[in-house]
């Protein structure tokens, strides 16, 4: 069984402050990994993607990919309230499925 | 605008009686799939398509059927939905495989 874990959280972070989301996922051929911002009664929100090792950065957003150690990160700088919000992590595991993990709350706190 | 649409938001049903929720996506893309969404569960995929007349089981596919006649339609069927098809469902469509998907707004369904 392929699978992807988050820590469900809730995850507080100060207003301001760098929050950093993991993920660890259990099948090291994997190709894609994507980070989804989902607001409470929202769909989900496609918000980085990377394919290969190291740092992947986009506005305030950076995703980390390490691959021999299974591991994927999202690093949120300089955070805002508006950025309250579960994220997910997804993983291609190579077979055209998206695989999720259960997603991490995030607040931050004014 | 570039979109997933999906219909209807909300809907009540009864055990038994057939009901259809439509997606639709006009960015013409080759992949679209299913996800129901449940607390504590996550995402889980039901059925994706990789393009017209192909179709593949997900991860939770029993009770639903789907199709995809047309590129940009991909409906999903519950035959004889049962409660324990209550659930938060989501189309999503993605221009090839390996790549991220975009999802619509989701359909709130309760079967009493």
Not at chain 1, 7 to 27: F, K, W
Not at chain 2, 6 to 28: A, D, F
């Amino acid at each position: 069984q392929k699978e992807v874990e988050q820590n469900s959280g809730p995850l507080s972070v100060p207003e301001g402050a760098i929050a950093s989301l993991n993920c660890t996922y259990s099948d090291r051929g994997s190709q894609s990994f994507f980070w989804y911002r989902q607001y409470s009664g929202k769909s989900p929100e496609l918000i980085m993607s990377i394919y290969s090792n190291g740092d992947k950065e986009d506005g305030r957003f950076t995703a980390q990919l390490n691959k021999a150690s299974q591991y994927v990160s999202l690093l949120i700088r300089d955070s805002q309230p508006s950025d309250s919000a579960t994220y997910l992590c997804a993983v291609n595991f190579g077979n055209e499925k998206l695989t999720f993990g259960t997603g991490t709350r995030l607040t931050i706190i004014p | 605008e570039a979109q997933v649409t999906q219909n209807p938001r909300y809907l009540i049903t009864v055990t038994g009686k057939k009901l259809t929720v439509t997606c639709s996506q006009n960015m013409n893309h080759e992949y679209m799939s299913w996800y129901r969404q449940d607390p504590g569960l996550g995402l889980r995929q039901i059925y994706y398509s990789m393009n017209v007349e192909v179709t593949d089981k997900g991860d939770v596919p029993e009770g639903y059927k789907v199709s995809r006649k047309e590129k940009r339609n991909f409906p999903l069927i519950l035959e004889s939905p049962s409660p324990n098809q209550t659930s938060l469902y989501f189309c999503a469509s993605s221009p090839y495989g390996g790549y991220g998907y975009t999802f619509g707004s989701g359909t709130r369904l309760t079967v009493v």
